[in-house]
């Protein structure tokens, strides 16, 4: 509404001008210059503080650093994700993401997942390399606002093979001796 105001006062500038130079000697033309000088004020105050807004949202945001920590896992480890911020910035969440098209997740800025954990969110199954990206949000009064992307972080996930047993049962042995049956099972290892 201020706007429209600004915008019609700035279109007919040249009627208020003429109309203050005709009516200057009488009262209401103080009035007149008054209320134009306020509108215009007004006005001024405005564009300074949307200028001030634009310059606000001009500073960029520095990008996070993420590192992680082992790169190489197997579905049941855990990595640990970190998304550095720059200290001159209050964040209020980290945002990750795997580039495969996954989910992005809001977690806390130093998260540990598992491998199956991570192979959900990038929905892909072992053995894969995860690539991973994360940001920031900053809070200024009601407004958020979002960081650029971190450079990409690799884990590759391994499958687990299942080792087989040491010991190997064998069949079971027996003899007779006058009578009497003796089993005995034989491990071998």
Known sequence: MLW????????????????IVKTYNTQSS???????????????????????FLEIQAQALLPPKLTVNPPMITETDSVTLNCQTPSS?????????????????VFSCL???????????????????????????VKVGELKSHSPNSDTSSITIHHIVESK???IPTMPTFSMTKGRTLYALRLQS
């Open 4 to 19: 429209f105001s600004c915008e019609q006062v700035w279109q007919s500038d040249k009627h208020i001008k003429a109309h």
């Open 30 to 52: 103080l009035w007149t210059v008054l209320v134009f000088s306020f509108i215009m004020a007004g006005c001024l105050l405005f564009v300074i503080l949307v200028y001030s």
């Open 89 to 105: 910035v209050s964040v209020s969440q980290c945002y990750f993401y795997t580039l495969s098209g996954g989910t992005v997740r």
């Open 111 to 137: 998260q540990t997942l598992t491998g199956i954990e991570l192979l959900k969110m990038a929905y892909k199954s072992s053995p894969v390399e995860v690539e991973v990206k994360c940001y920031y949000t």
């Open 165 to 167: 047993s040491s010991i």
